[in-house]
């Protein structure tokens, strides 16, 4: 998708029910950053040891969608204000940075050497 950029390679968040999941993730477009979220169903073939994923549905997957889509919404609400605080951060740093953008401080580039997310738990 143009414009739309991955923040990071893994959800910031994972709600379960049962083979059922919604996973969050940040992402970075022309509006700053924000969180959307995924549905997957987990399934385990016959005869192998590991599982698939898939984005379909029976009807008997109704409920746990509802619960995880709920669950998934009221996290992405309680984190919103994290991302905006972050952008605050940001837009505050590259100002004090001047033009060229670089301030040379560990504090403006935050816990990227880490390899922290400030969201994740």
Known sequence: MEGITMTNKKPVEVVRDGAIAASVWERAGNRGRYFEFTLSRSFKPKGKDAFGYSGCYRERDAEAL????????????????????LERQAAACGAQAGPSGASGSKEADGDKEAGTHPVAR
């Open 66 to 85: 509802k619960r995880c889509i709920d669950r998934a919404t009221e996290w992405i609400k309680e984190h919103e204000g994290v991302l905006e605080e």
